[in-house]
């Protein structure tokens, strides 16, 4: 069993029960990860969920073989995030590049799209690796 958090407060608990972490990154990236894994690591007690610590992160990654590919395929992500959370658009499952391409955001939603890409590691393979580390 894991708790999935987003904060070091909620990493205190999964600690406290013995149960396993995973950082919300996709939730809350400015979230202090690593301090939040390290006081459950700090805090953990063995229990009958868990003998052991356990620590996964949970993260929106979006990896091209080029930058460019990434980028593309991020617009994608960008209206599919936008459609999830707004009852103004259609939700696309999987928008395509040609519907990417021809839609028009407001500012408002830009604005969104910029905030929405702090919670994604976007890149190509060396990129997303640091984005990881």
Excluded: C
Excluded at 90 to 114: G, H, R, S, V
């Amino acid at each position: 069993m894991h708790l999935l958090a987003a904060s070091s407060r909620n990493a205190g608990l999964a600690a406290e029960v013995g149960a396993g972490f995973t950082f919300a990154h996709f939730i809350n990236a400015s979230g202090n990860g690593k301090e939040a894994v390290e006081e459950y690591r700090k805090a953990f007690q063995p229990s009958a969920l868990a003998n052991e610590s356990y620590v996964s992160v949970a993260v929106f990654v979006i990896i091209g073989k080029t930058v460019e590919e990434a980028e593309d395929m991020a617009a994608a992500f960008d209206l599919w995030f936008l459609s999830s959370q707004s009852p103004k658009r259609a939700a696309y499952y999987l928008p395509t590049p040609e519907k990417t391409q021809k839609t028009e955001y407001t500012l408002n939603e830009q604005a969104e799209i910029k905030k929405n890409r702090q919670k994604a590691i976007i890149g190509d393979p060396k990129m997303v690796k640091q984005g990881i580390e």
